[in-house]
Protein backbone atom coordinates (compact mmCIF):
# COMPACT_ATOMS: atom_id res chain seq x y z
CA UNK A 1 0.00 0.00 0.00
CA UNK A 2 1.03 3.23 -0.13
CA UNK A 3 1.19 6.50 2.19
CA UNK A 4 -2.73 8.37 1.71
CA UNK A 5 -2.51 11.96 3.02
CA UNK A 6 -5.49 13.37 3.86
CA UNK A 7 -7.28 16.73 5.68
CA UNK A 8 -7.11 19.80 3.14
CA UNK A 9 -9.49 21.76 2.44
CA UNK A 10 -10.72 25.43 2.10
CA UNK A 11 -9.93 27.85 4.91
CA UNK A 12 -9.47 31.22 5.13
CA UNK A 13 -5.80 32.84 5.31
CA UNK A 14 -4.93 32.85 9.22
CA UNK A 15 -7.10 29.52 9.43
CA UNK A 16 -6.00 26.23 10.43
CA UNK A 17 -6.00 22.84 9.33
CA UNK A 18 -4.14 19.29 10.81
CA UNK A 19 -3.34 16.68 7.55
CA UNK A 20 -3.03 13.25 8.40
CA UNK A 21 -0.94 10.59 6.16
CA UNK A 22 -1.84 7.03 7.04
CA UNK A 23 0.49 4.43 6.72
CA UNK A 24 0.36 0.95 5.90
CA UNK A 25 2.42 -1.84 7.50
CA UNK A 26 4.02 -2.09 10.54
CA UNK A 27 7.47 -0.84 9.35
CA UNK A 28 5.94 3.11 9.85
CA UNK A 29 7.50 2.99 13.30
CA UNK A 30 11.01 2.63 11.83
CA UNK A 31 11.31 5.20 9.20
CA UNK A 32 11.52 9.09 8.62
CA UNK A 33 8.75 10.57 7.77
CA UNK A 34 8.34 14.07 5.54
CA UNK A 35 5.53 16.09 4.44
CA UNK A 36 5.91 17.82 0.76
CA UNK A 37 3.42 20.11 -1.01
CA UNK A 38 3.62 21.35 -4.63
CA UNK A 39 1.83 24.52 -5.80
CA UNK A 40 0.54 25.28 -9.20
CA UNK A 41 3.23 25.56 -11.65
CA UNK A 42 5.94 24.73 -9.10
CA UNK A 43 8.56 21.97 -8.34
CA UNK A 44 7.41 19.73 -5.22
CA UNK A 45 9.31 21.42 -2.22
CA UNK A 46 10.23 19.91 0.98
CA UNK A 47 7.68 21.21 4.36
CA UNK A 48 8.98 18.96 7.41
CA UNK A 49 9.90 15.76 8.28
CA UNK A 50 9.92 13.66 11.74
CA UNK A 51 12.09 11.16 13.05
CA UNK A 52 11.54 7.70 13.44
CA UNK A 53 10.53 8.17 17.06
CA UNK A 54 9.46 11.85 17.06
CA UNK A 55 12.84 13.00 18.74
CA UNK A 56 13.61 15.41 15.66
CA UNK A 57 11.82 17.12 13.74
CA UNK A 58 12.79 19.29 10.57
CA UNK A 59 11.10 22.06 8.86
CA UNK A 60 11.65 24.52 5.76
CA UNK A 61 12.11 28.09 7.02
CA UNK A 62 8.62 29.02 5.37
CA UNK A 63 6.80 27.30 7.86
CA UNK A 64 8.67 27.31 10.78
CA UNK A 65 6.24 28.75 14.07
CA UNK A 66 3.48 28.02 12.25
CA UNK A 67 3.75 23.99 11.03
CA UNK A 68 4.02 21.15 13.29
CA UNK A 69 4.74 17.95 12.31
CA UNK A 70 4.11 14.65 14.65
CA UNK A 71 3.54 10.79 14.57
CA UNK A 72 1.62 8.54 16.45
CA UNK A 73 3.47 5.02 15.61
CA UNK A 74 0.87 3.61 17.32
CA UNK A 75 -1.44 4.36 15.13
CA UNK A 76 0.62 4.63 11.94
CA UNK A 77 -0.30 8.02 11.16
CA UNK A 78 1.73 11.47 11.01
CA UNK A 79 0.13 14.54 11.34
CA UNK A 80 1.05 17.79 9.78
CA UNK A 81 -0.86 20.98 12.29
CA UNK A 82 -0.78 24.22 10.26
CA UNK A 83 -1.75 27.22 11.58
CA UNK A 84 -1.39 31.19 10.65
CA UNK A 85 -2.17 29.67 7.24
CA UNK A 86 -1.29 32.17 3.90
CA UNK A 87 -1.91 32.05 0.72
CA UNK A 88 1.47 30.87 -0.17
CA UNK A 89 0.16 27.82 0.86
CA UNK A 90 -1.97 26.72 -1.15
CA UNK A 91 -0.89 23.50 -2.90
CA UNK A 92 -1.60 20.02 -3.21
CA UNK A 93 0.47 18.24 -0.17
CA UNK A 94 1.76 14.88 0.25
CA UNK A 95 3.73 12.24 3.02
CA UNK A 96 6.58 10.13 1.99
CA UNK A 97 9.43 8.53 3.63
CA UNK A 98 12.62 10.57 3.65
CA UNK A 99 16.35 9.96 4.47
CA UNK A 100 18.94 11.57 6.39
CA UNK A 101 18.79 14.92 4.23
CA UNK A 102 15.26 15.08 4.18
CA UNK A 103 15.24 14.14 -0.02
CA UNK A 104 12.05 11.73 -0.53
CA UNK A 105 12.44 8.42 -0.55
CA UNK A 106 10.06 5.98 -2.31
CA UNK A 107 6.82 6.79 -3.81
CA UNK A 108 4.37 8.96 -3.83
CA UNK A 109 1.16 8.63 -2.53
CA UNK A 110 -2.13 10.49 -3.02
CA UNK A 111 -2.00 13.90 -1.95
CA UNK A 112 -4.15 16.49 -0.08
CA UNK A 113 -5.17 19.92 -1.65
CA UNK A 114 -5.03 22.88 0.63
CA UNK A 115 -6.17 25.78 -0.53
CA UNK A 116 -5.82 29.22 1.27
CA UNK A 117 -8.46 32.02 0.47
CA UNK A 118 -6.67 35.48 0.86
Known amino acids: GQLQASGGGLVQAGGSLRLSCAAP????????MGWFRQAPGKEREFVAA????????YYADSVKGRFTVSRDNAKNTAYLQMNNLKFEDTAVYYC????????????WGQGTLVTVSS
Open 50 to 57: ISWNGGST
Open 96 to 107: TRTNVDNKPFGS
Open 25 to 32: GRAFSTYK
